[in-house]
């Protein structure tokens, strides 16, 4: 007996995505195009909150979704929104380009392409900013998986509520209640609130 294919409630926020993705699947280019025009922005904005150069980050965003167009008959209905996947491989192209030869290459050659700027930091200041990501490092292991994620596409990689919830599949709703039950725990944190006491 073949089981058929999960697919979303028809009337979910999701079930004219999923018409677009099963168009594109059958080789609809044009259904694909809407899948972009809805998704690009989200992927670019995450790309460039890891590369911090428009240039690369438009690189990298077309791979993603050039990567996306040739596994779009791999992609199943999961629960998540499709912009989920995108970021999924857009995430991966990210880690790959840090551990090639390429990245290396720009950092030890100083290469003026490269939208990055390094700044001289004073030893001390530096100590202080590694101890104090490694306490909010710590804290944020409390928290649960999703309210980790929200946080870290809210206020690492910049996205709003409205992308938090497409990139990760969740209700905007649910991205609002994660992220002020993330943020009220870590403000109970005796370690969190230790960094924003006054030093003597």
Known sequence: MTIPAQ???PDSEHAARWTLVERAQAG?????GELYAHCADVIFRFVYSHVRSRHLAEDLTHAAF???LANITRF???GRDIAAWFTTIARN???????SGYYRLEVLSGDPSV?????????????ERSEAAAILAAALLNLNEAQRRVLRLRFWDDLNIEETATATGMT?????ASQHRAVRRLA???SVQALRSPQC
């Open 66 to 68: 050039t990567r996306g």
């Open 115 to 127: 939208d990055c700027i390094y700044e001289a930091v004073d030893p001390t200041v530096e100590a």
């Open 28 to 32: 609809d280019r044009d259904a694909f």
């Open 93 to 99: 192209l990210v880690l790959d380009y840090y551990k």
């Open 7 to 9: 697919r979303p409630a």
């Open 76 to 78: 199943a209905w999961q």
């Open 188 to 190: 109970l944190d005796q």
């Open 172 to 176: 905007i709703n649910a991205v609002k």
